[in-house]
Structure formats: C-alpha cells, structure tokens
C-alpha cells in the first residue's frame, strides 16, 4: 500500500503541498509580472492584483477547506485516544479544535478581502489567522506532550515543540514591525525610512507561515493510524 494510502495521511500531506503551492505560486507570477519586488514582499502583497489574485484567493480557500479537514480529523483522533488513555482533557482538545477553525477562518477572510481593496478586513483576517494559528500550535503541541507515548514518538513532540517557538518568536516583530511601515505600495525602496521595519516584518510573516506548513507535515505519520467513519442513522416516522 503506498504511503498516501494509510489512514488519513493524505489529509496534511495535501494541505502541506497546497499550502507551500498557494504561496509560491502566487509569488512567481507577482514577480514574473514585475506586480511585487523579488527581496520578501508581504506574502498578501503577491495576491494584491489581478491575475495573481484570484489564484490566490482561490488556492487559500481550498487550503482553510483542507485546514478544517486536518485540523478537525486531529481532535477526533486526540478523542479516540483520550478516550481509551485519558491523557489528554476534552477541554483542551476542544479548545484547540474552536482556536484551529477560527484560523481558518482568518484565513478565508485573507482569500476573499484583497489588501488593496479592503485593507481593514483583510488585515483583520490576517491577525486572526496568524494568532489563531500560533495559539493553536501551542495547544497541540501540549496536546502531544500530554498524549506521549500513546500519540507521538518523542522526536515527533520535540519537533512541534521547536516549531511553535519559532512561530511564537516570529509572530512578535511581524506584528510590531508592521505598526511602523507607513508606506502601502507594493514596490518598495531600500532608502525609505520604514524600509529596515518592512523587511523584518515581511521576513518574519514568512517564517510563521511556513511553520504552520512544518507543523501541519509532522501530522502525516499519526494521520496513518487512524480513518474516520460517518455513521448514517435513519428513523422511519409512522
């Protein structure tokens, strides 16, 4: 049986793939349309204008979709396992579960609110994916150390462990340092004041996204363990 067959591994491995595809995808043609500058642009910056939009918008949807998926997926697996061990608490598990889909939900806001038509509701959308996002790599990451050895080998947890601390650091400047770019272009000059906090703010934005991705891609091995059933129950009505 090949690897993508196993369980619901298939379900992380898709969102990893589309997800890295959503943000370089969007960036070449930015930049093949000389649309942004090839030294980080804002990754929102590479789906501003047409055509790179709408495959922006539209390649970030089907991620959230698969977001929802995988991330839903994940606590009916901590479920079943919390079940049987009690290591980790429903409450818990249910709050990483409502935090993972209000990240997604951010980021269908950040799909359908371009920057440069609707700045306050795609900046909106943006803030809540990328907190959303890190509080919920904290939670999982709790999650596993709590659900060792039942879940995740050790290796495994470390790994969550060390992502979410580089997501958690990167977050802080790319929130500080966009409070101190003043200029909305997308084309930027290296002479311009807020140059120095545009750059480290759209390094750092890029970092945590990419971690999301790295997070999400140590769920393919615990995704081979388990499939999930939908159990149709039909009452006749005389």
Request: negative net charge; aromatic residues 16%.
């Amino acid at each position: 049986m090949f690897w993508f067959r196993q369980g619901l591994c298939f379900l992380p491995a898709f969102l990893v793939v589309w997800s890295s595809g959503t943000f370089i995808i969007s960036y070449l043609i930015a930049l093949f349309r000389h649309d942004v500058d090839i030294i980080f642009p804002y990754i929102s910056d590479t789906g501003a204008n047409p055509p790179e939009s709408c495959i922006f918008g539209l390649m970030t949807f089907i991620s959230a979709c698969a977001g929802i998926a995988t991330i839903y997926a994940r606590y009916k697996f901590v479920e079943k396992l919390s079940a049987e061990t009690r290591a980790v608490g429903p409450c818990l598990n249910k709050a990483a579960l409502l935090v993972g889909m209000m990240s997604c939900l951010g980021m269908c806001i950040v799909a359908t609110f371009q920057e440069t038509t609707v700045t306050v509701a795609h900046d909106a959308g943006a803030l809540l994916f990328f907190v959303s996002g890190v509080v919920y790599t904290i939670l999982q990451s709790v999650i596993s150390h709590h659900a060792y050895p039942f879940g995740s080998s050790m290796g495994v947890c470390r790994a969550r462990l060390g992502i979410t601390i580089i997501a958690t650091l990167a977050f802080f400047p790319t929130v500080i340092c966009a409070f101190f770019v003043k200029q909305t272009t997308l084309h930027r000059d290296t002479d311009d004041k807020d140059y120095p906090f545009h750059l480290a703010s759209a390094v750092c934005e890029w970092i945590v996204a990419f971690s999301f991705i790295c997070f999400f891609l140590t769920y393919i091995d615990d995704f081979k363990l388990f499939t999930l059933r939908v159990q149709t129950e039909y009452e006749y009505l005389s």
